[in-house]
């Protein structure tokens, strides 16, 4: 996976400026491939309706991906006639690609991207950016599959994007709805930080950058739109489901090992109002404090479930010890991730030995709770031992909590707090 990005944070986001002369705001790129028939009713269309209702200025960008037919003169005659329009000449195939090498290259501070056929309603375009030139999102994208959209299109087409969509949730948690709809926006300073982590060039360059898009917290605003299908479309379907599942196995195992800075995609501290200081609590405090209760609830749950799967055939000590030594493996794990925002391998072993050593003082506080409840009844019932250890557990976490955020994990709140 790529990795060689911009350091520091992202900018906060902010609402672009009106009037602004000299480079367009928004810059729409059309990636094409041996489209002489298409090619030159799309631009126009587009091109009179961003002039008829689009409030800033734009540009229309045809990225040609080494078309054989006469495309690229058909592009350059636009780029001729038409002042908003210019041409790019790729020499290999691929959306991705295209996309990459245009965004990467454009001034306009929104990018954006549509099929050629316009399957999609123009009508949705401005809907699409307007959150992008507020400041309020950092990407956007049009679905297909909102309640409220109006979709014609045959049923294996719409089988298989459902059920690619359904994958994308089950396998790598996604929550956009839809994510191969062929029109998308995203913020420029987005795109500098997100599109070097890409590696796709083709057709799941777009699953791809949303996903890491997601994980790393960024906002992606979902527009419905109203989609009528291509009935001439090239797109060679079993081909392109076989590479995007090749892609989710490999974003998914990039995610699960942490070999992503996803961290470089932060917004500042404070442009969430769920970071914003409160008088007398430290910075970041508050969100650890919410994750660190979900991670502890859950592993209460699983410190239980073993505890009482163990058991069966050891001791109540053995039976707690083994518990919750795995429990608290996995805690640490969560917590590192989910609660203090440390990710990758750098320094992995060393808050797994720090977290068993906090293991052990909860070993101690909660043996102990065990050991006192059978000095004192003689021969407890389960439902008591289990009622000891949820209270003895509950006085550890906040012990653990503390330990976690001094101690095993002190430079990463650091860092926050300073932001």
């Known amino acids: 996976m790529r990795t060689d990005t911009l350091a520091g944070a992202l900018p906060a986001r902010e609402h672009l400026p009106v009037g602004g002369v000299g480079r367009p705001v928004l810059d729409v790129v059309v990636p094409v491939f041996n489209e002489e028939q298409d090619l030159e009713p799309c631009v126009r269309r587009l091109h009179a309706h961003l002039a008829r209702t689009f409030p800033y200025g734009f540009r229309i960008t045809v990225a040609d991906n080494a078309s054989t037919d006469r495309t690229p003169q058909i592009a350059a005659r636009l780029a001729a006639t038409l002042p908003e329009v210019r041409s790019v000449r790729l020499e290999q195939k691929g959306r991705g ?48 599959l909102a309640r409220s959209s109006r979709v014609v299109r045959g049923p294996k ?159 109540a000590q053995l039976a707690n010890a083994l518990a919750l030594l795995v429990s608290a493996i996995v805690n640490t794990a969560a917590n590192r991730r989910l609660t203090f925002g440390v990710r990758g391998r750098d320094r992995a072993l060393r808050h797994q030995a720090q977290g068993l050593a906090v293991f052990a003082l909860g070993l101690a506080l909660t043996s102990g709770s065990l050991a006192a409840l059978g000095a004192a009844t003689g021969a407890p019932a389960h439902s008591a031992e289990l009622a000891v250890l949820i209270t003895a557990n509950l006085a550890a976490t906040v012990l653990r909590f503390l330990l976690f955020r001094l101690w095993v994990f002190p430079e990463r709140t650091a860092s926050r707090d300073d932001r």
């Not at 991207?113 to 809907?127: I, R």
């Not at 942490?258 to 405090?285: M, N, Q, Y």
């Open 97 to 144: 690609r295209a996309l990459r090498t245009v965004w990467s290259g454009s001034d306009a501070p929104v990018l954006a991207y549509m099929d050629v056929d316009l399957s999609t309603d123009l009508n949705a375009l401005l809907p699409l950016v307007a959150p992008l030139i507020s400041g309020h999102s950092d990407l956007a994208i049009g679905s297909r």
């Open 157 to 315: 087409r719409e089988l298989i994007s459902r059920a690619y969509n359904l994958i994308l949730r089950g396998s790598l948690a996604a929550r956009f709805s839809d994510a191969q709809c062929g029109f998308k926006a995203i913020r420029r300073e987005v795109a500098e930080r997100l599109l070097p982590m890409v590696e796709d060039t083709g057709w799941f360059f777009d699953t791809e950058m949303l996903v890491l898009a997601e994980r790393a917290g960024l906002r992606i605003h979902e527009v419905p739109v109203d989609w009528v299908d291509d009935p001439d479309s090239t797109v060679h379907i079993v081909r392109t489901a076989t590479e995007d599942l090749k892609g989710v196995w490999r974003v998914g195992r990039a995610l699960a090992t942490g070999s992503l800075p996803l961290e470089r995609l932060a917004r500042p501290f404070g442009d969430d109002p769920r970071d914003r200081e409160l008088p007398g609590v430290p910075g970041g405090l508050t969100r650890q404090l919410v994750g660190f209760c979900t991670v502890g609830v859950l592993s209460t749950l699983l410190h239980l479930a073993l505890y009482s799967g163990f058991r069966l055939g050891l001791g």
